[in-house]
């Protein structure tokens, strides 16, 4: 395949796609992000780290930078978009710093401003924007992670003394891997459930003080400390248990739940699971942020293992003196390039989704609209997908980058392995990656987020094949674009070019629905199975159901690179990539070849021209490859990298050791330099 792309296109202008509708909140943080304090120190010990990370936390709020996603009558900005943006910005820093400043604006300050109400806001919302007042988000517990709407941690009221009694019935149930809580936090929001009147009305959450002045625990408050983990050294994860402690009934987050003196509960939402994912839906911002920074760790991967292969030389050609640029080698390029496509096609996907999260946000807490629930929960699946995508891929990718520098990788000066540390945790922290896909699925097949909370009742839910098909199709449809491509496919599916775009979304959207229709038929069919308990109607098919997710995901995140390459102006930039986009789409069909060839829409004789096709396009974009992470545009003192400082010398030294070896040789020196590789052994 000839290479149609340009011989050079301005990172600038890729740039500004990526960059997006929060472009100025990424110019500030490039602009004024530079003390050395807030990237990663080499050796640090944890008691450093911690020290270090919280020393820059409180830098942090002192610089005003944490205070876009607060209401603006506490001087904030209201900007949920920006503050996401914002974090993703601070991930290419010190990912400790990044989880520290995400668990007290967002987790605690979050859960503070969107679950309490006027009189919490006043207050407290000013001294947690200030770091005066470290907090804590207090969900987890070391026996109920993802399933939260099963906590055992109790909090009963008692209308005597009007105050809530906190408790801990056993070990199982004391709160886990609490950011802040080991160190410094003096006040949790805890997660609980409220029973008053005899009568449980599931989870809800309460602002309870942890520790006093003096730092010392409260009054029946256990606080033990996780220890040393695989990474974020500097965050102070700790245990938090409680002993009949005592909470006065104005501490209760009550927006979605009230308790009134006499211990009558009241509450919008009279169903407590909708009301429950409700309230958890008012979280969904930690979840988009988490994601977005997975994409940044990921980014900043391979900016250092693309340009380390630009320079890194190893064995020479047949006939050529100089050895090889691995980044020439076609395996070199299988690896970073495609994983290149991905990270590209998820940024699009993530600023389209922090963008929708921003709007809906907007209308409801600043513009009073009532909750649309059905975008509300397409919002919730969408962020749900998207993190387990951006969270699994950033571990494979800085996993192959490692790889990909070889033992230079491997030195932690050179910030892969913290990278590949700090992001572990990330595939199941903020929900874990394959429960959210589970969720992902089930507003697939249900469309009703309130079957989310059980799973007994699937076996009676009518799923109606013709209904839920039309869902999916009135899904795919909404991308007006991508349709009018599909539809434009001409003839025979083996006889269209596999750059043909149409056909590329029209195999993910196959497979999407194909799986999901062959869901339904195996749930179906378990629902009317004598004797089939409810638990394993579901169970044994839950390969089929992450299957659906994960083929709903991919083609969700392709509609989000068409769309973004669609409304790039620039020529140039719109050629690279839309070719990028191509290998985005047939990469991701390549990675599943079995399922196709096994469904008949991949004939042997074309799985091999796709593999082909894949070939031709890494090596036409090739030489794009630095300009590709040029637009990632790190500020070169973020990357925290030695091997991009050191590279370029010992190149310098080989050369002129090898010019050195010619000489004493009396070897000739042909045009530019050669290796000892030329030098006869012994000489």
């Not at 980014?299 to 190893?314: P, S």
């Not at 491997?410 to 959210?436: C, I, M, S, W």
């Not at 098909?469 to 434009?488: C, G, I, M, S």
């Not at 080989?654 to 000489?683: K, W, Y």
């Amino acid at each position: 395949m000839t290479s149609t792309l340009p011989t050079t296109v301005d990172p600038a202008r890729l740039q500004e796609a990526l960059d997006g509708r929060w472009a100025h909140v990424r110019r500030e943080a490039r602009e004024k992000l530079h003390d050395p304090d807030m990237l990663p120190v080499y050796g640090e010990t944890m008691a450093q780290a911690r020290e270090r990370v919280t020393r820059m936390t409180a830098k942090l709020a002192e610089s005003g930078r944490v205070t876009l996603g607060f209401p603006k009558e506490y001087g904030g900005e209201a900007d949920a978009g920006g503050s996401v943006t914002s974090i993703e910005m601070l991930a290419f820093t010190d990912l400790s710093l990044m989880v520290k400043a995400g668990v007290q604006w967002g987790l605690f300050g979050g859960a503070v401003q969107l679950l309490g109400t006027h009189r919490h806001h006043e207050a407290y919302l000013r001294d947690i924007m200030s770091f005066d007042l470290p907090g804590c988000f207090a969900m987890t517990e070391t026996g109920h992670g993802s399933d939260v709407q099963q906590l055992r941690t109790t909090c009963t009221y008692d209308p005597a003394t009007q105050t809530f009694d906190l408790h801990t019935p056993h070990a199982a149930a004391r709160k886990d891997y609490i950011g802040n809580a080991a160190e410094d936090g003096r006040m949790a929001v805890v997660f609980a459930q409220l029973v008053t009147r005899g009568q449980n009305h599931g989870v809800h959450a309460w602002l309870v003080p942890i520790r006093d002045e003096d730092g010392a625990p409260m009054p029946g408050v256990t606080i033990g400390d996780d220890g040393p983990k695989a990474g974020l050294l500097g965050v102070d994860n700790g245990r938090l248990g409680f002993d009949h402690v005592s909470v006065p009934r104005d501490m209760l987050l009550d927006r979605f739940g009230q308790v009134a003196e006499d211990g009558t509960y009241t509450s919008s939402i009279e169903n407590e699971t909708r009301r429950f994912f409700t309230m958890l839906g008012t979280l969904v911002r930690g979840r988009v942020s988490v994601g977005g920074s997975a994409s940044s760790a990921t980014k900043l991967a391979l900016d250092i293992a693309v340009r380390y292969g630009e320079v890194r030389r190893q064995f020479a050609a047949p006939g050529e003196e100089r050895e090889v640029v691995i980044n020439d080698y076609l395996v070199h390029q299988r690896k970073l390039l495609p994983a290149l496509a991905t990270s590209y096609a998820l940024a699009f996907a993530q600023e389209e989704l922090t963008g929708t999260m921003h709007d809906i946000h907007t209308a409801v807490h600043e513009h009073g609209q009532d909750v649309d629930e059905v975008a509300q929960r397409e919002l919730e699946s969408r962020a749900a997908g998207l993190k387990a995508a951006q969270t699994w891929h950033a571990t494979r990718t800085i996993q192959m980058c490692r790889e990909a520098c070889g033992g230079a990788g491997y030195l932690q000066e050179n910030r892969l392995p913290h990278l590949k540390a700090d992001t572990d945790v990330f595939t199941t922290f903020e929900g874990d990656n394959t429960v959210l896909l589970q969720l992902v699925a089930k507003g697939l097949l249900t469309g009703y987020r309130d079957a989310f909370g059980s799973l007994d009742g699937w076996g009676r839910v009518g799923f109606v094949a013709d209904m839920v098909r039309e869902t999916v199709l009135e899904r795919t449809a909404a991308r007006a674009l991508l349709q009018r491509l599909v539809d434009a496919v001409p003839g025979r599916d083996d006889e269209v070019p596999m750059l043909d775009r149409g056909w590329q979304a029209k195999m993910l959207e196959f497979r999407e629905k194909h799986a999901l229709e062959g869901a339904i038929r195996r749930l179906r069919k378990n629902s009317t199975t004598d004797g089939m308990a409810p638990f394993d109607v579901f169970n044994d098919v839950q390969d089929h159901v992450l299957k659906t997710a994960e083929a709903h995901i991919d083609r969700v995140v392709l509609e989000a690179f068409v769309e973004g390459v669609d409304r790039i102006a620039d020529p140039a930039a719109k050629k690279l990539l839309d070719t990028l986009c191509d290998l985005y789409a047939l990469s991701t069909i390549e990675a599943d070849k079995g399922w196709f060839l096994e469904h008949g829409q991949l004939s042997p004789a074309r799985a091999k021209t796709l593999t082909a096709t894949v070939n031709s396009l890494v090596k036409e974009l090739r030489p794009h490859m630095v300009t590709l992470v040029d637009a990632f545009a790190i500020p070169a003192d973020w990357k925290a990298a030695a091997i991009l400082d050191e590279e370029p010398a010992r190149q310098e030294a080989m050369a002129a050791r090898d010019a050195e070896l010619r000489a004493a040789t009396g070897a000739e020196t042909p045009e530019g330099t050669a290796t000892d590789l030329d030098v006869p052994p012994g000489q």
